[in-house]
Nanobody, 120 residues
Framework: QVQLVESGGGLVQPGGSLRLSCAAS????????MGWYRQAPGKQRELVAA???????EYADSAKGRFTISSDNAKNTVYLQMNSLKRADTAVYYC??????????????WGQGTQVTVSS
């Protein structure tokens, strides 16, 4: 069983910055990828950014140039540095992790979500 714990959300003014963190724990044998998704009220959950264990990154168009995803493989932790935040970035941000457990089962786990509110 794999658990994800997110932190770093909060209230920030437009143009400000936040850094989200997500730590995975449990029976993790190998981690394939970790990522961040978000869901705004009345909208579907969407990918914000993802990173593989090899360091390959993927960003939503809305995140390119403003957000940076990084990871610490030794700690099974992923970060999302968000700069130049806009009101449109307001959402609940969810961490996701995919990999394999020690019992050779694939996992696709989600965190509980952390609220990011961009408002003056």
């Amino acid at each position: 069983q794999v658990q994800l714990v997110e932190s770093g959300g909060g209230l920030v003014q437009p143009g400000g910055s936040l850094r989200l963190s997500c730590a995975a724990s449990g029976t993790i044998f190998s981690m394939n990828a970790m990522g961040w998704y978000r869901q705004a009220p009345g909208k579907q959950r969407e990918l914000v950014a993802a990173i593989t264990s090899d360091g390959v990154t993927e960003y939503a168009d809305s995140a390119k140039g403003r957000f940076t995803i990084s990871s610490d493989n030794a700690k099974n932790t992923v970060y999302l540095q968000m700069n130049s935040l806009k009101r449109a970035d307001t959402a609940v941000y969810y961490c996701n992790a995919e990999g394999t457990t020690w019992s050779n089962d694939d996992f696709d786990s989600w965190g509980q979500g952390t609220q990011v509110t961009v408002s003056s």
